[in-house]
Each structure stands twice: as C-alpha cells, then as structure tokens.
T-cell receptor, first 114, second 111 residues
Framework: EAQVTQNPRYLITVTGKKLTVTCSQN?????MSWYRQDPGLGLRQIYY???????DKGDVPEGYKVSRKEKRNFPLILESPSPNQTSLYFC?????????????FGSGTRLTVV | DQQVKQNSPSLSVQEGRISILNCDYT??????FLWYKKYPAEGPTFLIS?????DKNEDGRFTVFLNKSAKHLSLHIVPSQPGDSAVYFC??????????FGTGTRLQVFP
C-alpha cells in the first residue's frame, strides 16, 4: 500500500529534551515536506526537500532541523523543544509531475511539550 | 501574511443540500489550486484540483470554481452527505514546489 508513515503518533516531552519524529514513504517520491497544524492557522510548512541531500526552509523553520540522506526518509528534529512547538505535525510526499494531485500525507504526530 | 484565506471557520448544511466552501488568495502567480479533506486523527487527503488556466473542474459531487479576476475559488458539494463532515483546506501551488494552505473550514452535514 502506498503510504507515508510517521512515528510516533503521540508524544509528550519536556522542554529542552531533543526528539526526532520519523517520516518514511514507499512511493519513491522525490519531494517531501513537513507541516504543522495549529488552530486558526491552518497548515504551515516547516521544511521541504526536493530530493536527497536537498532541503530548504518553509514558512516556520525556527527550532527545527531536517535531513534527507535517503530518498524514502525525512526525519524532523527538534534539538531543544519548547512549549510553542506543541502542535500537530504532518509529513507529506509528492512525486514529480503530480502537482495536480498534491501530496500524500501521513496520519500525523501530536506533540506536546511541557 | 496569509496568502490563502478561508474566512469561514465553520459551515453547517443539511443533508441533500449544497455545501459551498470559499477560499481567497492574494498571489496571482499560483499555478494550481487544490482542496483537501481532513477527518479527525487522519492526515489531509486530496479531493480535487484546478489549474490556473481553467475556471471549473468537476468530479462527481464535487466541483471547484476559480475566479482569477477576484482571486477566489470555491468548492461545491452537491448533494451534501453526512460523510462529508470534515475540515476542508484549500491550498495553492507556487512554482510547483511549495503548497500553501488556508486555515480550513469545518463542514458539518446534519440529517
């Protein structure tokens, strides 16, 4: 089954404790992206990657890091999480030429930073 | 600065009637526009799209209209069904490598 898999689905952590949210896709997609969803703000892009070893900032990159060492994986790293990073996070992927069909999204990771 | 706006946070419609969800945008360079549907505890799923060179696209009960002069698009669902109850996001592609989302409209279809 073609899918984007995020782990974990739920995470509660404390301020300053480094964490990684994993994202993997099995569709051989070049493009991957991370979004966060907050009430009243919709989905905002954090980082995206056009292909292996190519990453770029989205609209809200502060406090996040990403890496794209393999085509299928695009982990999101919070080096020192803060309470304002409490949010619902989505990973998404897209193959080239699929602009009309948008992205395939993972099921989300709900992160709480206390 | 919100480039894609959905000014109605919620909409309630009776089953069988038409649902109209609206979206406004500010950037005339957007290539494509898309609508996504999101159920609780799931990721958004693609619903329908339209190229910036067209003004209408239809897929079953779903039709998207684009008015470029007004920088406005709308999603019509006819007839509305209870299973359509979800949050709907409009989104716009910029140079085909950036997808910008609106804030979402929660649609509730009641019997």
């Amino acid at each position: 089954e073609a899918q984007v898999t995020q782990n974990p689905r739920y995470l509660i952590t404390v301020t300053g404790k480094k964490l990684t949210v994993t994202c993997s896709q099995n569709m051989n997609h070049e493009y991957m992206s991370w979004y966060r969803q907050d009430p009243g703000l919709g989905l905002r892009q954090i980082y995206y990657s056009m292909n292996v070893e190519v990453t770029d900032k989205g609209d809200v990159p502060e406090g996040y890091k990403v890496s794209r060492k393999e085509k299928r994986n695009f982990p999101l790293i919070l080096e020192s999480p803060s309470p304002n990073q409490t949010s619902l996070y989505f990973c998404a992927s897209s193959g080239s030429g699929t602009a009309l069909y948008g992205y395939t999204f993972g099921s989300g990771t709900r992160l709480t930073v206390v | 600065d919100q480039q894609v706006k959905q000014n109605s946070p919620s909409l309630s419609v009776q089953e069988g009637r038409i649902s109209i969800l609206n979206c406004d945008y500010t950037n005339s360079m957007f290539d494509y526009f898309l609508w996504y549907k999101k159920y609780p505890a799931e990721g958004p799923t693609f619903l329908i799209s339209i190229s910036s060179i067209k003004d209408k696209n239809e897929d079953g009960r779903f039709t998207v209209f684009l008015n470029k002069s007004a920088k406005h698009l709308s999603l019509h669902i006819v007839p509305s069904q209870p299973g359509d109850s979800a949050v709907y996001f409009c989104a716009a592609y910029l140079n085909t490598d950036k997808l910008i989302f609106g804030t979402g409209t929660r649609l509730q279809v009641f019997p």
